[in-house]
């Protein structure tokens, strides 16, 4: 595994917002308003593929999971409250020095990896999740092959990302750049994968989509599962069999 997938200008983009990763009103509020939804579907994945209980507490008790695009760990710390081994690794050094201090703060163990997910020491986990992040890959089909390569079998994938409609276009990039609700420059509309796009790249790197659903605004609770994919959606993916 030798394939390098980081964009240096955006990794210089997100290493600049480290120090504001962890503020709910900062530069990172998009995030903190999204990681809720993400985690209710995370959940529900989980309890569907390992046939978990709803009400357990620690639902990845004695499984490891692999965030890759952790940032400064938003969904690397659930993930490990949710009793997982966990290993994040993001393309900005800055985001894991604020990640290994902020966990180091909330009591949680967590391994975190600055760089290439190619560099990482040879494992694979039950959990894969990368949220947001293949939009930003100089090469989708090989980091989604890394992705793959570091499966385990019997694993879970789930991914999200925007959708390239022209309706996430106007609302993602030029409404709320402009409006300051996401950072200038954080989003290329070119760079967007249709989920017919996303669906191939797995399928190539030999998983099956087991479900997919849009990610939308909701006036009531900032965003919601289901109903459109046209800004959002996320996808959970298996090996077959």
Request: glycine share 10%.
């Amino acid at each position: 595994m030798s394939a390098a997938t980081i964009n240096p200008h955006e990794a210089a983009h997100f290493g600049a917002l480290a120090a504001d990763w962890w503020d709910p009103h900062g530069s990172s509020a998009m995030l903190h308003k999204l990681n809720p939804v993400r985690l209710s579907y995370i959940r529900d994945q989980i309890d569907a593929h390992w046939h978990v209980d709803a009400r357990e507490r620690y639902a990845l008790a004695g499984r490891a999971a692999l965030d890759v695009g952790c940032g400064a760990g938003l969904l690397a710390e659930p993930l490990a409250r949710m009793g997982a081994k966990v290993t994040g690794v993001d393309a900005a050094p800055e985001n894991i020095a604020a990640a290994q201090g902020h966990a180091a703060g909330q009591g949680l163990s967590i391994s975190y990896f600055a760089g290439e997910l190619a560099a990482l020491p040879p494992s694979t986990f039950d959990l894969v999740t990368s949220m947001e992040v293949v939009e930003h890959v100089t090469d989708p089909a090989a980091f989604i092959g890394e992705l793959a390569a570091r499966l385990a079998p019997g694993g879970l994938m789930i991914l999200s990302t925007p959708n390239r409609t022209m309706l996430s276009k106007l609302l993602l990039v030029e409404a709320a750049e402009h409006v300051g609700a996401v950072p200038r420059g954080t989003h290329d509309w070119d760079q967007f994968l249709k989920p017919e796009e996303l669906t191939k790249l797995l399928e190539g790197a030999g998983l099956e989509v087991v479900d997919r659903t849009g990610l939308s605004p909701s006036p009531a609770k900032s965003f919601k599962l289901g109903g459109s994919e046209a800004l959002n959606y996320l996808v959970a993916a298996r090996w077959p069999g």
